[in-house]
């Protein structure tokens, strides 16, 4: 794996996820990583998952006690003080002891209060979450970019821009969102323990028939978990394949259109575009499968617990509205956590493909070794240079020099071998045979970075950021003053047509500078 190459802030001031030599990407790439890169995901950021659980853990309790003191609440209203349970009649002691008497009002108090103060803290929590995860996919979208810019030329040809951009986009967000279902896995595993806790001080027979009813949910809807991890699989896939269709068919719409074939764009990313539909469609159904399966289990139970309580074993009627509000809250709970494996399951395709085309990246970064200063006072020289793309010679025992200080220029037909010619000599390309010299200094001995920095690279098709002239001049180099960049446009016979555009150096150039002919680009 690479070396260490940053650190980024995240909220809790922790190193960056993927920015280190031990990482999420250090996984084995197989099915069996997913637990361990989602736990290592959490670990990264220990300090802010271990703030948010904590939190939960007390939000939980506030939500307990409020619970617990609902029966005797209704004890009071309802005048049923002789039926009170042992739970009822120690929170009215409890009560008594601290020297406050027990009546509806005070009760009615304390159940708001421990609610209301469990939602104050959820949301404290929910947004904290948000916050982490937003960084998290923006630790992993900067390591997407950093491992791409660093990987070598023949990388970059394998990988449809459109393919980027969707890792960039909406695998980023749905790696984002794997964060969060994780933290609300755990946090409501850890919630649903401590409720049922409460609910079984109350009455063990009515937390028992929740437990019973949570796993009958597990069991009957477990095909729509299925459905979910294989839909998020393939909206990642399909979605990865639309935009780099859409990518290409973009960047070539001036010809289509002057030839009035720009319809077929449609035609072209049809098939893609009704493939993600169909995995849309089976990732809604999951969701409100298991949500409206939840719903129907949970009202059965209630109606038939209701039913049995109230005629058959004869509960008070206060009782009896507590125990269901239990039993609704306890099952409810053990159903949350089927949902928040849902949403793992749902998100884990676009985190695994993130991690994947990092990792793809980095294991295509550039090698250059050298560390000798370069200088430029005599010539470039090829000595019988050799190279080929695949089993295609371009390049055979080539003797060439170009002198410094000169004006070399190279003609040939089309698939000569021109292009590689340069991308040997700012090596960006390596010779298979033979070798390229600088001042007599081999190419691979050099600090290449300084050697490139050398060069004014203008490829045969000028493409540039939708951005300001400045921008696209600068590269936003802070150092390079504003005579830099009028000198710049000077010597390039740019300076007067970029001072006639409205905004002058601070004009935009438009998608990939369409807003300029191509001489003027």
């Known amino acids: 794996m690479a070396p260490t190459v940053g650190v980024c802030a995240s909220p809790s001031s922790e190193p960056s996820v993927i920015f280190g030599r031990h990482d999420l990407l250090d996984q ?6 997913d637990g361990t890169v989602l736990f290592d995901m959490l670990h990264r950021y220990a300090r802010a998952t271990t703030g948010v659980i904590l939190a939960m853990i007390v939000a939980t309790l506030c939500e307990a006690a409020g619970i617990l003191a609902l029966l005797p609440m209704l004890q009071l209203a309802f005048g049923e003080g002789g039926q009170s349970s042992a739970i009822a009649e120690g929170f009215l002691s409890a009560l008594r002891a601290a020297g406050l008497a027990p009546s509806f009002g005070l009760m009615l108090a304390l159940v708001l209060a421990g609610l209301i103060a469990a939602q ?3 949301f404290a929590c929910v947004t904290y979450v948000g916050y982490v995860s937003s960084r998290f996919g923006t630790d992993l979208r900067l390591a997407l970019i950093e491992a791409s810019s660093a990987a070598s030329g023949a990388f970059a040809l394998t990988r449809p821009l459109g393919a980027v951009v969707a890792l960039l986009s909406t695998a980023a967000n749905r790696a984002s969102g794997a964060y969060i279902a994780t933290c609300n896995l755990i946090v409501h595993a850890l919630s649903s323990a401590i409720l049922i806790g409460a609910a079984f001080m109350v009455d063990w027979r009515v937390t028992a028939a929740a437990i019973v009813v949570g796993g009958l949910m597990f069991v009957c809807l477990r095909g729509f978990l299925g459905m979910a991890r294989v839909a998020g699989e393939n909206i990642t896939s399909q979605m990865r394949s639309l935009l780099a269709q859409v990518a290409d068919g973009l960047a070539m719409i001036k010809p289509l259109k002057a030839m009035g074939e720009e319809g077929r764009l449609v035609s072209i990313v049809r098939g893609s575009a009704l493939a993600l539909d169909r995995a849309q469609r089976a990732q809604i159904l999951a969701k409100n499968g298991i949500a409206a399966g939840q719903d129907i289990l949970i009202l059965l139970a209630l109606g038939a617990g209701i039913y049995v309580a109230h005629q058959i074993a004869g509960y008070a009627l206060s009782s009896l509205m ?4 239990l039993f609704n809250r306890a099952a409810s709970m053990v159903g949350q956590l089927q949902k928040d494996y849902q949403g793992v399951l749902n998100s884990r395709a ?7 085309g990092i990792a793809d990246a980095r294991e ?18 090829f000595e019988g240079v050799s190279f080929r793309y695949g089993r295609d010679p371009v390049l055979s025992g080539v003797d060439l020099l170009v002198p410094s200080k000169a004006l070399t220029v190279v003609t040939g037909g089309s698939g000569a071998g021109k292009t590689t010619l340069v991308d040997l000599m700012v090596g960006l390309q390596t010779a298979q045979a033979g070798r390229v010299t600088v001042d007599g200094v081999d190419i691979r001995e050099l600090a290449i970075k300084q050697w490139r920095r050398r060069i004014g690279y203008v490829p045969q098709e000028a493409v540039l950021f939708h ?6 001049v600068s590269l936003g180099d802070p150092a390079l003053s ?6 710049a446009l000077e010597r ?16 935009s150039v438009g998608e990939t500078g369409g807003k300029l002919s191509g001489g003027q680009r």
């Open 364 to 381: 295509a970064r550039e090698i250059h070794d050298g560390t000798r200063a370069p200088s430029f006072e005599r010539a470039i020289a």
């Open 350 to 356: 676009g985190l695994m493909a993130l991690l994947d």
């Open 482 to 487: 504003e005579a830099d960049l009028r000198l």
């Open 322 to 325: 507590a125990l269901a509000v």
């Open 492 to 507: 390039a016979g740019a300076l007067a047509f970029v001072e006639a555009m409205p905004a002058g150096l601070d004009s």
């Open 467 to 472: 951005d300001t002239v400045r921008n696209n």
């Open 28 to 33: 084995p790439r197989d099915t069996e990583r």
């Open 120 to 122: 104050l803290l959820l």
